[in-house]
């Protein structure tokens, strides 16, 4: 503690002295930053954006800002070309103290490990993702897309707007349990509230504490009332989580089912399953805890992100329906008119004007807006004009994803929902960090390829079957970070039936 303490003042000490040369509002009081005392979401994000018009886009600029949370120095970054330097690091991989209160939820799994641990879980959960394992969940998400198409059918063709996104969020849950753990929780049709109820008030909870850092004093944090709340919520999770994997285990030893698996090495093996069978292989690597820490980590990063996703690209399609047309002629194209069909891998590849508008939505509305690492070792951050500024090791930083994704150098209608941005040849003539929704490097996302598929297969269902019309638009409705990016009055629509019955 005592080392930790000195490390804080020596990096504090440091940004002080380099903070000089890197724009920024300023510094104020020990608990007070301007950000914090915002209570208002829509207010912290036009604060946020009239500092990044401020400090960071003059060409004189070299995109950083510095900024207090609480007594904690950040600095921001918001030019592709610098993430990059960290991206790309083989070092600056360890995430900031901001993901602390999420551990005692997820546990020290991939998100949230570092050093070895991080590197041996990655190298071993990489192969989960293999194409072969991608196809047998495509099913998975086909089936539940489905379901999804034939509980939204009770919505369709009525004159009043309902929010669409707690619909999304049940059917991408569905997925991720099903995928992840081998066994449905079928909340779509309302069953396990609890565990699903229990899901949202922890993420909830999380962004509360992190956004206001009086709650990092324990005492205030349980005065309030959140700690308890929080406990009882993580009790319920984990728990249900840890029966699921011990049912799961047993299944797996009656049947014997890793011996026939060798026979079709990749056949129908949810994520837990090759938990499982990674730890009968290397039970020193994976212990019982740490297969609960994966598990929890995929249903944390794994459904939230792809429901926010998959909304907002609703949202924007429903805004333009000039879009929205070109979607449902592709979709026509492949599937005639048989409504019933699950798509396959060659549909899939021929969605591709969806996928445009998918990566145009991860562009304008990235789940994960901002990422935050600690640094391990100093970065020097060069300036054509200015003297360059020295990120010392200890900083934590925040990679601010969704202002570099609006960067005009690379996207000709930065604020404005373009599915052309993502043509081919305007594709094949960007820098690659213009566009990470994901992140980039050795930290990226392990879970890309699964969301865009999930998204694709999702999507298609509900064009197949619906047109829709979104009755807020974008900017009068703000998108809203909370741990995921969320719209700010929810997403209102009308559905109107394309079959007719
Ligand atoms: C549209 C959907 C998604 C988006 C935008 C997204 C975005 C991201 C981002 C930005 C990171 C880096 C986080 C950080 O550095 O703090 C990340 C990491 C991660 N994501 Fe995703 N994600 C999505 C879907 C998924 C899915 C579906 C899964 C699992 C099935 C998943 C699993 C993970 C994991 C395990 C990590 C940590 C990887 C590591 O550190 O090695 N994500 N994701």
Redesign the pocket.
């Known amino acids: 503690k005592r080392d930790e303490i000195r490390e804080f003042w020596h990096v504090r000490k440091i940004c002080l002295e380099e903070f000089e040369k890197v724009n920024g509002p300023p510094a104020v009081p020990i608990f007070g930053s301007t950000w914090y005392f915002k209570s208002d979401p829509v207010e912290m994000v036009k604060l946020a954006q009239s500092w990044f018009n401020e400090y960071t886009l003059s060409p004189d600029s070299n995109g950083l800002l510095k900024f207090w949370m609480g007594p904690v120095p950040v600095v921001s970054i918001s030019r592709g070309e610098i993430a990059k330097m960290v991206f790309d690091s083989s070092t600056n991989i360890t995430?900031s103290s901001q993901?602390d209160k999420l551990k005692e939820w997820i546990g020290d799994?991939?998100?949230i490990s570092t050093g070895s641990k991080?590197r041996s879980r990655?190298k071993m959960l990489t192969q989960t993702f293999h194409f072969a394992v991608l196809k047998e969940y495509q099913k998975i998400f086909g089936a539940q897309g489905k379901v999804l198409v034939d509980v939204l059918r009770f919505r369709a063709n009525n004159t009043y707007p309902f929010d669409i996104m707690p619909y999304i969020k049940r059917c991408t849950l569905d997925i991720?349990c099903e995928?992840?753990m081998g066994s449905s929780i079928k909340s779509q049709y309302g069953a396990n509230d609890k565990y699903v109820n229990s899901v949202r008030r922890l993420s909830e909870l999380v962004w509360n504490y992190e956004k206001a850092p009086l709650f990092w004093l324990k005492p205030i944090w349980y005065l309030f009332g959140n700690g308890f709340e929080f406990d009882r919520h993580v009790k319920l999770t984990t728990d249900f989580t840890r029966e699921v994997i011990e049912k799961r285990k047993q299944e797996l030893n009656n049947n014997q089912e890793f011996e026939s698996e060798s026979s079709d090495p990749k056949k129908k093996l949810a994520f837990l399953d090759h938990l499982l069978k990674s730890q009968a292989d290397h039970p020193d690597i994976l212990t019982d805890e740490g297969i609960r820490e994966e598990v929890d980590?995929?249903m944390f990063?794994?459904h939230d992100?792809?429901s926010?996703?998959i909304t907002f690209a609703i949202w924007f399609l429903g805004q333009f329906p000039e879009y929205q047309q070109r979607v449902q002629d592709e979709l026509d194209e492949i599937f005639g008119d048989d409504f019933e069909r699950h798509p396959n891998s060659e549909d899939i590849q021929r969605m591709v004007f969806l996928e445009q508008c998918i990566k145009e939505t991860?562009r304008m509305t990235?789940?994960?807006p901002f990422?935050?690492?600690k640094l391990e070792e100093d970065v020097v951050i060069p300036h054509s004009t200015k003297p360059p500024v020295l990120l010392p090791a200890g900083l934590n930083i925040m990679i601010n994803?969704i202002t570099i994704m609006k960067d005009a150098r690379y996207f000709e209608k930065p604020y404005e929902f373009f599915p052309e941005h993502f043509s081919p040849e305007r594709v094949a003539a960007r820098e690659a960090f213009a566009f990470v929704?994901?992140?980039a490097g050795p930290?990226?996302?392990?879970?890309?390829k699964?969301?865009l598929l999930?998204?694709k297969v999702v999507l298609s269902w509900i064009f197949r079957h619906f047109t829709v019309t979104s009755l807020t638009r974008f900017p009068e409705e703000l998108p809203i970070p909370e741990l995921i990016l969320k719209p700010q009055f929810g997403t209102q629509v009308l559905l109107k039936n394309r079959r007719k019955f």
């Open positions: 995430k993901y799994g991939l998100l991080w990655r991720i995928t992840a980590t995929f990063e794994g992100t792809t926010s996703g991860l990235p789940p994960v990422i935050s690492r994803i929704p994901f992140s930290r990226n996302c392990i879970g890309q699964f969301a999930e998204e």
